[in-house]
């Protein structure tokens, strides 16, 4: 039973591909006949041929995939509609009248209603800086568009018409249009290949209306059935990203990363130096024209310093983040060994004069509660007695992790401070911990070298040498805090025996 329903399955799965296949193909096809037949009415029909099938493989995608926001496919739906009458009424019509640049550009404003659907859940905190790099990209689009495309139609009118008003907001449009698949394009992964195709389509319907617009400013003359084929593969392309899997991720949720910094750093400088040369290009452009230019031009210089300026300022926090990681521990956010090793020197103007102690500190006890809850409660208890260390010391003070369960103080004090500084330590390390697995208790054993007459001339690997035989003689004698000078002593000098070691948890 099972053998003879898997070949029907799978005949059934090859037949769908096959279709699409076949439908994509016949898409691509229409668009080579425009060139073969130079014929106005069979370049319309080619393109009724190519919007019916992209509306018909949108369909087909929003109903196999069911996406979770179908709404921008169906915006892209409308403006295929929107353009193809709008076309209509420029191919019968002798001149530019104001009928098909209102379809027109309300194909535009679904396009960019859709963009804007799949954009707008997308965010991060550098979107800032997509987002600028997008504008500026844009705004260099705009002034070539003012120069080569508004400014030629504002000449050449006899008055302020509908015609001319459309005229002048068609490159304004485009302009926008661009700054938003721009942001679309940096924004999109790898993997999103439907958004991509998308991308690249909406790409080729604008220069498609490139030269249209072109011919409307009276620089160029292209045939309409070259200026239809643009269009016609644009919607082939948005019909062939429905059909792929990925057109799910259209509108949805997308955490973004900033990456190619540098390649849209190079676009922007492209964009700077064709910017640079409009003034030169556009040598015969009047008064109110240099205003213009000399305008948008000041804004792209600025945009370029302030993106700049974050560029700077990012690089800035990255270095101090990556500085803070290499001198600190990430558990406890306490000094590191090689921080510690480093803080007499850095320390040294602040410190010089002044008698200096070392205090380590070992956790009594951590052992079995490491062994009892697990490594994620020992973590836990590492980070809770580090918080406490700190709430201890001064501000100035360097507090360290030196390693596991141990702990080394390094402040200005002399024999006296340190001994009550150890005192409050025990005391506090000697309170119970509230961990997520239970509450415990430990104790802590400390040694303490004192730098003496030798003040800052002193080293941290003799302070550290000190203390830690220090520590383990208040370790083995359960004495709570031990001094290194004291060590020649026969019953060391150490802490009140209230300080006994606990090992119960």
Same mark, same amino acid.
């Given at each position: 039973?099972? #053998?003879?329903?898997?070949?029907?399955? %799978?005949? %059934?799965?090859?037949?769908? @591909?096959?279709?699409?296949?076949?439908?994509?193909?016949?898409?691509?096809?229409?668009? !080579?006949?425009?060139?073969?037949?130079?014929?106005?009415?069979?370049?319309?029909?080619?393109?009724?041929?190519?919007? %019916?099938?992209?509306?018909?493989?949108? %369909?087909?995608?929003?109903?196999?995939?069911?996406?979770?926001?179908?709404?921008?496919?169906?915006?892209?739906?409308?403006?295929?509609?929107?353009?193809?009458?709008?076309?209509?009424?420029?191919?019968?019509?002798?001149?530019?009248?104001?009928?098909?640049?209102?379809?027109?550009?309300?194909?535009?404003?679904?396009?960019?209603?859709?963009?804007?659907?799949?954009?707008?859940?997308?965010?991060?905190?550098?979107?800032?800086?997509?987002?600028?790099?997008?504008?500026?990209?844009?705004?260099?689009?705009?002034?070539?568009?003012?120069?080569?495309?508004?400014?030629?139609?504002?000449?050449?009118?006899?008055?302020?018409?509908?015609?001319?008003?459309?005229?002048?907001?068609?490159?304004?449009?485009?302009?926008?249009?661009?700054?938003?698949?721009?942001?679309?394009?940096?924004?999109?992964?790898?993997?999103?290949?439907?958004?991509?195709?998308?991308?690249?389509?909406?790409?080729?319907?604008?220069?498609?209306?490139?030269?249209?617009?072109? =011919?409307?400013?009276?620089?160029?003359? $292209?045939?309409?059935?070259?200026?239809?084929?643009?269009?016609?593969?644009?919607?082939?392309?948005? /019909?062939?990203?429905?059909?792929?899997?990925?057109?799910?991720?259209?509108?949805?949720?997308?955490?973004?990363?900033?990456?190619?910094?540098?390649?849209?750093?190079?676009? @922007?400088?492209?964009?700077?130096?064709?910017?640079?040369?409009?003034?030169?290009?556009?040598?015969?452009?009047?008064?109110?024209?240099? +205003?213009?230019?000399?305008?948008?031009?000041?804004?792209? $210089?600025?945009?370029?310093?302030?993106? #700049? =300026?974050?560029?700077?300022?990012?690089?800035?926090?990255? *270095?101090?983040?990556?500085?803070?990681?290499?001198?600190?521990?990430?558990?406890?956010?306490?000094?590191?060994?090689?921080?510690?090793?480093?803080?007499?020197?850095?320390?040294?103007? &602040?410190?010089?004069?002044?008698?200096?102690?070392?205090?380590?500190?070992?956790?009594?006890?951590?052992?079995?509660?490491?062994?009892?809850?697990?490594?994620?409660?020992?973590? =836990?208890?590492?980070?809770?007695?580090?918080?406490?260390?700190?709430?201890?010391?001064?501000?100035?003070?360097?507090?360290?992790?030196?390693?596991?369960? *141990?702990?080394?103080?390094?402040?200005?004090?002399? &024999?006296?401070?340190?001994?009550?500084?150890? *005192?409050?330590?025990?005391?506090?390390? /000697?309170?119970?911990? =509230?961990?997520?697995?239970?509450?415990?208790?430990?104790?802590?054993?400390?040694? !303490?070298?004192?730098?003496?007459?030798?003040?800052?001339?002193?080293?941290?690997?003799?302070?550290?040498?000190?203390?830690?035989?220090?520590?383990?003689?208040?370790?083995?004698?359960?004495?709570?805090? +031990?001094?290194?000078?004291?060590?020649?002593?026969?019953?060391?000098?150490?802490?009140?025996?209230?300080?006994? &070691? *606990?090992?119960?948890?």
């Amino acid at each position: 039973m099972g #053998s003879d329903t898997e070949p029907a399955v %799978g005949s %059934g799965r090859r037949f769908r @591909i096959c279709w699409r296949t076949l439908l994509f193909g016949c898409g691509v096809s229409i668009l !080579i006949l425009p060139l073969v037949v130079n014929s106005r009415l069979l370049a319309l029909v080619t393109l009724y041929g190519s919007v %019916g099938i992209c509306l018909v493989m949108i %369909g087909m995608g929003v109903r196999k995939y069911r996406p979770r926001h179908p709404l921008p496919w169906y915006l892209l739906s409308a403006s295929a509609v929107q353009f193809m009458i709008g076309t209509t009424l420029r191919t019968f019509a002798q001149h530019r009248n104001p009928f098909d640049d209102l379809f027109t550009l309300g194909g535009y404003c679904c396009i960019g209603a859709a963009a804007v659907l799949w954009l707008r859940p997308r965010h991060n905190s550098t979107d800032h800086d997509l987002l600028l790099d997008s504008g500026l990209i844009g705004l260099g689009a705009l002034l070539l568009s003012w120069t080569f495309l508004i400014s030629p139609v504002l000449h050449h009118a006899h008055g302020a018409d509908f015609t001319t008003v459309t005229a002048v907001a068609d490159p304004v449009v485009d302009a926008l249009l661009l700054t938003v698949i721009v942001h679309s394009m940096i924004t999109s992964g790898r993997s999103e290949t439907s958004v991509r195709l998308v991308n690249l389509a909406m790409l080729v319907i604008l220069v498609g209306d490139l030269a249209y617009n072109l =011919e409307a400013a009276g620089s160029a003359a $292209l045939g309409r059935q070259i200026q239809l084929m643009p269009l016609q593969l644009g919607y082939t392309l948005i /019909g062939a990203a429905a059909l792929h899997p990925s057109m799910v991720v259209l509108g949805g949720r997308r955490d973004i990363h900033s990456h190619r910094s540098r390649q849209r750093a190079s676009i @922007i400088a492209i964009v700077m130096i064709v910017a640079s040369l409009v003034p030169i290009v556009g040598s015969r452009l009047d008064l109110m024209d240099r +205003v213009v230019v000399s305008s948008l031009f000041a804004l792209l $210089l600025a945009g370029v310093l302030l993106r #700049s =300026e974050r560029a700077i300022e990012r690089s800035a926090r990255s *270095e101090r983040r990556a500085q803070y990681q290499a001198d600190h521990d990430m558990l406890t956010g306490l000094l590191n060994r090689a921080a510690l090793l480093r803080a007499l020197h850095r320390n040294r103007e &602040r410190w010089g004069g002044q008698p200096l102690a070392l205090l380590f500190i070992d956790l009594d006890g951590f052992k079995r509660v490491n062994d009892n809850y697990g490594h994620a409660v020992g973590d =836990e208890l590492i980070a809770n007695a580090a918080a406490r260390i700190r709430r201890m010391i001064r501000r100035d003070d360097a507090a360290a992790r030196y390693g596991g369960d *141990e702990f080394v103080v390094l402040a200005p004090l002399a &024999r006296k401070q340190a001994q009550l500084l150890a *005192e409050r330590l025990l005391a506090t390390l /000697g309170e119970p911990f =509230e961990l997520s697995a239970a509450e415990v208790r430990i104790a802590a054993s400390i040694g !303490i070298s004192c730098s003496g007459t030798r003040g800052i001339d002193t080293t941290v690997y003799e302070l550290l040498r000190e203390a830690d035989s220090a520590m383990y003689r208040a370790k083995e004698y359960s004495l709570g805090y +031990v001094f290194h000078d004291d060590l020649q002593r026969a019953h060391p000098e150490s802490g009140p025996r209230a300080w006994r &070691r *606990e090992s119960a948890v």
